[in-house]
């Protein structure tokens, strides 16, 4: 079979399959390479404080490049906007969090942004929120989504959405909400808010995720390489195979032109 391998239409066949492979297995590394995504945004970024209101825009969706920041902004709260939301698990135990509306200083549209104050056990009235002049840093988060199903007689909320509470307090908003780190006075005194504990929030986890269907992508094209290579061989095979046959009907042939070429009445002793 080496002869009938090495025939030049064979050796073309050859080359074409293997390069046709090669491309397979390049389509095959990309594939793999891709499966593995890095995080959107790296945490010696996002824990870098910036100023919000040069980090997002008034009335543009907070994108995953955006969000996870830690960002530093000034103002007040708006009396009377305190809101709290449900099922939320600080240190184990189960309680809700304190939002209110904070007016940021230097926004357009006098925007502000929903801030989490804290988190207290009980689905009680919260302490009001500090007044006057503050400084806030903390972490800027995506809106949850709000809830269709929910029970408009609950003194609580299930999510945070920035396109609901900017019905409810009839203002313009900042798209996402803070979780809020540190509360202080301008001066950078802390502020008390009794039976309200602070909460922190960390950034993403930095792992890099594994796409499995770009993974099953990438082991297909490993096979179709691996096929092109085999079809070569079976076609070059089933010629060798038709050479065989040729050469067996040939010999049967003379055979067959011998037998008829003998003397009448010649027999072997």
Known sequence: MFK??????????LIAALA?????????????????SEPIVKV???????????HQEIGTELLGTKADQIVTFTGEFVPGTDQLIDERIENGKKGVWVISEFKVDGAKQDAGIAVV?????????????PQGELKI?????????PENEHDLRSKTL????????????DSVLYDGFISAHEITTIK??????????????????????????????????????????????????DDYQRDLDEIAERAAQARDAGTEQSPPGTTND
Do not use: C, H
């Open 4 to 13: 009938t391998a090495l025939k030049p239409k064979w050796i073309g066949a």
């Open 20 to 36: 046709l492979a090669t491309g397979f297995v390049a389509l095959s590394g990309w594939q793999f390479g891709a499966s593995e």
């Open 44 to 54: 010696d970024k996002t824990e870098k404080p910036v100023e919000l209101i040069n």
């Open 117 to 129: 104050r804290g988190w207290q056990p009980e689905e009680t009235t919260p302490s009001a929120a």
């Open 137 to 145: 840093t903390g972490r800027l988060l995506p809106s949850e989504g």
């Open 158 to 169: 299930p999510s945070i959405a920035s396109a609901q509470l900017a019905n409810m307090w």
């Open 188 to 237: 950078g005194q802390s502020v008390q808010q009794p039976g309200i504990d602070m909460i922190y929030v960390g950034p993403q986890p930095q792992e890099a995720q594994v796409n499995w269907l770009n993974v099953f992508y990438g082991i297909e094209w490993v096979l179709f390489a691996g096929f092109a290579v085999f079809l070569w061989y079976r076609m070059v095979r």
